[in-house]
């Protein structure tokens, strides 16, 4: 079985700073894949990341990056220069290797102070 | 866009009623999941088909069915209607092979008002 923590109910961030959601993760699968979605105010899922568990390098998507640390189980996700419509609330997600099942964390709301 | 359209937007009915969703994934993708959320709550999954095969089931009551047609849409179904079934319900779609690294990509979702 997979789980995905997000222990950050809610952030704040100046605009213009560098901002990190914390993602710890839960798996017996070898092979899986992490992945972040930011669900704004007006209701829609937008992917954003991806990190495979055999990539070696961070995932990186212009301002966002993952921060990867395969044997603490972690998968945070690091925002470089906050815009105020990276306001939103952002959830990590876990890919299951055979069954093809997403797990979602509860999320982690967001909100960029001007 | 994503590519994934659900229908409809918005959906107001009474308690005790019967209502379809209807998604139709990305053009090419093969799985079809459903998931619920409900006020400031996360997404809880409900159901996932692959190529018209239901292949998981997660916290899907029994007054909720689901199927994915030959033509891979899918269609999701709630009766029996109560007030704590409102919520807004996805869609998400993805190719849903083996290699573990395709993402789900979400239709807008309908939400649901049950009064």
């Known amino acids: 079985a997979q789980k995905i923590t997000q222990t950050q109910p809610g952030m704040f961030v100046q605009e213009k700073e560098a901002v990190t959601l914390d993602c710890t993760y839960d798996?017996?699968?070898?092979?899986?894949?992490l992945f972040w979605y930011k669900q704004p105010s007006s209701g829609e899922m937008i992917f954003l990341i991806y990190?495979?568990?055999?990539?070696?390098q961070n995932a990186t998507e212009g301002r966002y990056s993952l921060n990867f640390q395969k044997a603490r189980k972690s998968a945070n996700l690091v925002i470089s220069a906050s815009q105020l419509g990276d306001s939103a609330m952002y959830f990590c997600?876990?890919?299951?290797?055979?069954?093809?099942?997403?797990?979602f964390g509860t999320g982690t709301s967001l909100t960029v102070i001007p | 866009d994503s590519g994934v359209t659900q229908t409809p937007k918005h959906l107001i009915t009474a308690t005790g009623q019967r209502v379809t969703l209807r998604c139709s994934p990305r053009?090419?993708?093969?799985?079809v999941y459903w998931y619920q959320q409900s006020l400031d709550q996360g997404l809880q999954f409900l159901i996932q088909?692959?190529?018209?095969?239901?292949?998981a089931k997660g916290n899907i009551l029994e007054r909720f069915s689901a199927q994915q047609f030959p033509d891979l849409h899918s269609e999701l179904n709630l009766s029996s209607l109560e007030l704590g079934d409102s919520a807004l319900y996805f869609c998400?779609?993805?190719?849903?092979?083996?290699?573990?690294?395709?993402?789900?990509?979400f239709g807008n979702g309908t939400r649901l008002t049950v009064t």
């Open positions: 088909y692959y190529n018209g095969e239901e292949r």
């Open positions: 053009s090419g993708d093969l799985s």
């Open positions: 990190q495979g568990s055999y990539d070696e």
């Open positions: 997600a876990i890919l299951g290797g055979t069954g093809n099942q997403f797990y």
């Open positions: 998400a779609s993805s190719e849903g092979g083996r290699r573990g690294n395709s993402p789900l990509h």
């Open positions: 798996t017996s699968d070898q092979s899986y894949g």
